[in-house]
């Protein structure tokens, strides 16, 4: 059996997408009259683009799942086809791209079925903004207080093509510290509110032909981790990195120690 969109990268902007199922048997005669269904999941993937390697174009402040979702139910025709046009519904805001994995089923008279799995990336957005922070101190790969730093910001088509954003937000946020022995989990997403009350700085930019910069200074005494956060208010693709600042001097306290208290750990027992 075979499921064909007639491209390798599907896009939400070209939603519905059509599609296109085929089966026969294993003698080469068509399946046809036979029921089909065609299901589809969706997964969070890294995103990657050819030149950006050292970018983050995913948003740690979004959490994505999802549920398979049914595009197709019906018969083959007589020539063993099943033809559809079907929208790819997202319940929540994706972090970059996704893995789309679809379950193709035809089922025989006596109700056996065959079954394939095939895989093709979708891009949940028409343009994806990415960050790269500069490196920082050397010696500890740290940022460092009172210093300028300029964001470097890249935007890009689901192809990763250059493009120009007119409207891109940035928001530094403090980070809560996150035990290492916290088996709970370290969601951000409580930082992808309008609001939040750990906003340290916000500002804005434009990209031209793929290109923009930023830039963010955070004053002694203030040390620890934060987030940054660039968003494209037109797409509502969003990116962004947690690292550290430090005093000169003191570079590196903040992952030793994991803030404070660090070295305090509570024990209780079930007997």
Not at 3 to 31: C, E, H, I, M
Not at 159 to 185: A, C, E, I, M
Request: with cysteine; charged share 25%.
């Amino acid at each position: 059996m075979e499921l064909d969109f007639g491209k390798t990268l599907l896009r939400r902007a070209d939603s519905p997408l059509s599609g296109k199922v085929f089966g026969q048997w294993l003698n080469g005669a068509t399946a046809a009259g036979l029921k089909a269904d065609v299901k589809v999941k969706l997964t969070a993937v890294p995103t990657r683009f050819t030149r950006f390697d050292d970018w983050s174009f995913d948003d740690p402040a979004r959490e994505f799942s999802s549920e398979p979702a049914t595009l197709f139910e019906g018969e083959l025709d007589s020539d063993g086809y099943g033809a559809f046009r079907s929208d790819i519904n997202l319940e929540h805001e994706a972090p970059g791209m996704l893995s789309a994995t679809f379950t193709t089923r035809i089922f025989e008279k006596g109700g056996a079925f065959s079954i394939s799995r095939s895989t093709l990336a979708y891009a949940p957005y028409e343009h994806f903004l990415g960050i790269k922070l500069p490196k920082g101190d050397q010696s500890r790969n740290m940022l460092l207080t009172d210093i300028d730093h300029t964001v470097e910001l890249a935007s890009v088509d689901a192809d990763g093509k250059p493009v120009t954003l007119k409207h891109v937000q940035l928001t530094l946020y403090k980070v809560d510290w996150k035990w290492w022995w916290d088996k709970s989990g370290d969601s951000l997403a409580q930082y992808a509110s309008a609001s939040h009350s750990s906003v340290v700085e916000q500002g804005a930019a434009v990209t031209k032909d793929g290109h923009g910069t930023w830039k963010f200074q955070v004053k002694y005494p203030a040390w620890g981790r934060y987030l940054l956060r660039a968003c494209d208010t037109d797409g509502n693709h969003c990116s962004g990195r947690v690292f550290f600042i430090d005093w000169p001097g003191w570079a590196g306290r903040a992952q030793e120690q994991g803030g404070p208290g660090a070295s305090i750990l509570s024990l209780t027992s079930d007997k």
